[in-house]
Every structure is written in C-alpha cells, then in structure tokens.
C-alpha cells in the first residue's frame, strides 16, 4: 500500500490566492483527519471525517477554510482567500473503525503565504 | 479540546542511553497514543494503550499508563542517533473518541 497521499507537498502562493490542498487516504480506511502544524499551536485538528461526512468541524478557524470528502478514496481542503497566517504544514491522516485507533499520516503539505 | 501534555520539552542525550519522556492530562481517556514524528515528516505511529492497561511493549519501547496519575511514560532503551525525533501522545479525552495531540518532547540522542 502507498499510504496516505497528499498534494503538492509544496505551496507557495500570494495573499487573497485560492488554495487547494489534496489527500487520498488508504483504501479501506473509514475516518479521515486534516491537521495544521505550527511551531506556536502544536498539531491543530482541523476537521474529521467519517465515512465521508464530516462528524467535528470544530477545528476549522475560519469560514475561509472549507474540506470536502466527494468519496472514500479523495478529500480536499481549501483556503480561500489565504492569508499568511495561514502558513503551515497541513497533515492528512487516515483510520480504520473508530477514530481513537492508529492514525496513518500523510507526508504533508508545506504551505507557504506571502 | 483537552490535550496531553508531554514533559521534557526537550530531551538530549547520548547513544546507548535511556529515554523517557512523559505525558499528562486531565480526564478520563479510552487510550492513549504515542507517535514519532522526524524532521519534514509526518507522524508514525508507535504504541497505544488502553484504559485498562498498565503496560506495553514494542521492541525497545516501554509504554506505562497510570490512570489514578493520569499519566503515561514513554520509555525508549539503548537508545540510537536514529531514534532522534519529536515525540507526541494522543488522548481521547473526554468520550470524544478524536484523539487530539500534545506539544510534543523533542529528543536528539547524540552519537
């Protein structure tokens, strides 16, 4: 198995630009988590998904972040408009039944907001 | 959302040395993680110990939890300049069931 994908593993972007990050999970695997690293906030979850629906958005910070899950196998998160704030490194992860168990993560996505 | 807190910050120490980092929170949990992270990388899994286990073992790794402290110890043995990376527990606080990440302890063990 490939693991978690994530894309690009890289961005670098403006202020007020769109932003799209991707992530497969592995196949199989129900609960999906996007995380955001910061060396001041620590590993922030930002939102979880399972079976495809998002069950805890309670970590997203703003209405400029939005994540869908279409189906199992393809999440997104974007940011739009972004602000410098909002570099991060962006971590996908994925589970097996409930979403206490082992996380497998992605490489992540480093974004960076000029 | 509560969190576990891991203690040291920072951890330095020698090849062939023990390592042992500490994680407290605040409630009741269902279990508890244990992750290693190196640089530019994402997370990896090591160990996770439930509620109503005392210890684990995972080749040179030690895992105790102490529910009455609220508390785990993660115990790296022999440890090797490879073993360099920040280390993180996870906790399901609460009943949430969405475990969530502390700080993290970040341990360079020099050769």
């Known amino acids: 198995d490939a693991g978690v994908i994530q894309s690009p593993r890289h961005e670098v972007t403006e202020m007020g630009q769109e932003v799209t990050l991707r992530c497969k999970p592995i196949?199989?695997?129900?609960?999906l988590f996007w995380y955001r690293q910061t060396m001041m906030r620590g590993l922030e979850l930002l939102i979880y998904?399972?079976?495809?629906?998002?069950?805890?958005d309670s970590g997203m910070p703003e209405d400029r972040f939005s994540a869908k899950m279409p189906n199992a196998s393809f999440s997104t998160l974007k940011i739009q408009p972004s602000e410098p704030r909002d570099s991060a490194v962006y971590f996908c992860?994925?589970?097996?039944?409930?979403?206490?168990?082992?996380?497998?993560f992605g490489p992540g996505t480093r974004l960076t907001v000029l | 959302s509560q969190q576990g807190e891991e203690d040291p910050q920072a951890l330095s120490i020698q090849e062939g040395e023990n390592a042992t980092m500490n994680c407290s929170y605040k409630?009741?949990?269902?279990?508890l993680q244990w992750y290693r992270q190196n640089s530019g990388r994402g997370l990896v899994h090591l160990i996770l110990?439930?509620?109503?286990?005392r210890e684990k073992h995972s080749g040179r790794l030690r895992v105790t939890l102490d529910t009455s402290k609220k508390s785990s110890s993660l115990l790296i043995t022999a440890s090797r300049a490879a073993d360099t990376a920040s280390y993180f527990c996870?906790?399901?606080?609460?009943?949430?069931?969405?475990?969530?990440f502390g700080r993290g302890t970040s341990l360079i063990v020099h050769p």
């Open positions: 992860a994925s589970s097996f039944g409930t979403p206490d168990n082992e996380q497998f």
């Open positions: 196949s199989g695997h129900n609960s």
């Open positions: 998904f399972n079976n495809n629906v998002p069950i805890d």
């Open positions: 409630t009741s949990i269902n279990n």
């Open positions: 110990i439930r509620s109503n286990e």
């Open positions: 996870a906790t399901d606080e609460g009943g949430s069931y969405i475990p969530t």
